[in-house]
């Protein structure tokens, strides 16, 4: 006789296959994070520095996400929840950053924002591939999609912002670009919470 019913079997196999891919991309944005945050201080990018701070809180999120993945609907909710304040921070921080540069006006290296720019959606596109089938599986699983799909919008960003800085001279498009980061941080910030909050409600 089987020593689970098949059902648990899968939930348990399930379990281990959202733990695995947790931790590969657990480890991909972390390292990122200490790449691009040290191309971002070097390139004096704003839109990099957001794209750093993406990196730094998809791994805390991953992180989480591994922790909730065998606990109940609740927890997972719960996690998505803080997962969501961690965006809206991270936007917080991106948009602090906007005002400095305002204040203090700078133009970005482009060919730094572009290099590194391209290495973060080589990164990030191995961790939307790795991601992909486990994007309707919970709350928990989804959240961690959105943010792996954001990391590519701001990608590609960066990188139209350093063809922008190439062409004029001018550091208005790095800036321009980390307020539409700013923008897709916060809105997927909402999405996040208001998921974890519709899902908190239903398991009262």
């Known amino acids: 006789m089987s020593g689970c019913c098949d059902n648990n079997c899968s939930i348990d196999a399930l ?19 200490f790449v691009i945050a040290a191309g971002a201080l070097y390139g004096s990018s704003t839109a990099l520095l957001a794209d750093s701070l993406d990196n730094l809180g998809d791994a805390l999120t991953y992180g989480l996400s591994l922790y909730a993945v065998s606990r109940g609907a609740a927890v997972k909710a719960k996690v998505a929840l803080f997962k969501g304040g961690l965006i809206f ?17 700078s133009v970005p290296l482009f060919e730094v924002m572009g290099l590194f720019s391209l290495l973060g959606l ?72 208001s998921s974890a909050m519709a899902e908190l409600r239903g398991a009262v």
């Open 89 to 105: 921070l991270a936007a917080c921080v991106v948009a602090g950053q906007i005002v400095y540069k305002l204040v203090v006006p």
């Open 15 to 33: 379990r281990e296959r959202q733990r695995g891919t947790l931790l590969g991309v657990l480890g991909i944005n972390a390292v990122m994070f």
């Open 122 to 193: 080589a990164a990030n596109s191995l961790c939307l591939f790795l991601l992909w089938r486990h994007r309707h599986d919970d709350v928990n699983m989804s959240s961690v999609w959105e943010c792996s799909r954001n990391d590519i919008a701001s990608n590609l960003s960066v990188f139209v912002a350093a063809g922008v800085v190439w062409l004029t001279g001018s550091g208005w498009a790095d800036i321009l670009v980390a307020l539409g980061l700013v923008w897709l941080l916060m809105r997927s910030a909402i999405r996040v919470i």
